[in-house]
């Protein structure tokens, strides 16, 4: 089965940018869709991007479209989320999260078998 661990997050000014990875081991991406989830305090957790498996076909939430990209390295078996125009409302803690699915990904949390730790994002002046 596979494991995703993320790492990149942590302070940065409203407007700047920040660069997330999500390490996949344990399998090659081909086989699994990856998803960027957020949760705040008090909140529920949020779907960011997703990219799937065999096609790389990828999906970004229309809240952070146009400011956020989800990529695929897979050469090093990683996933990323560039972040852009950063907000204090995006502080919150980002997670990666793999589903097996070759085809199509979807941002709902519970078609998500393995997660990571967390990495927090917190956006600030």
């Known amino acids: 089965q596979v494991q995703v661990v993320e790492s990149g997050g942590g302070l940065v000014q409203p407007g700047g940018s920040l660069r997330l990875s999500c390490a996949a081991s344990g399998s090659t991406l081909d086989y699994y869709a990856i998803g960027w989830f957020r949760q705040a305090p008090g909140k529920q957790r949020e779907g960011m991007a997703c990219?799937?498996?065999?096609?790389?076909?990828?999906y970004t939430a229309d809240s952070v479209k146009g400011r956020f990209t989800i990529s695929r390295d897979n050469a090093k078996n990683t996933v990323y989320l560039q972040m852009n125009g950063l907000k204090p409302e995006d502080t919150a803690v980002y997670y990666c999260?793999?589903?097996?699915?070759?085809?199509?990904?979807?941002?709902?949390?519970?078609?998500?078998?393995?997660w990571g730790q967390g990495t927090q994002v917190t956006v600030s002046s």
């Open positions: 999260a793999a589903e097996k699915a070759a085809y199509d990904c979807y941002l709902f949390p519970q078609r998500y078998d393995y």
């Open positions: 990219i799937s498996g065999s096609d790389g076909v990828t």
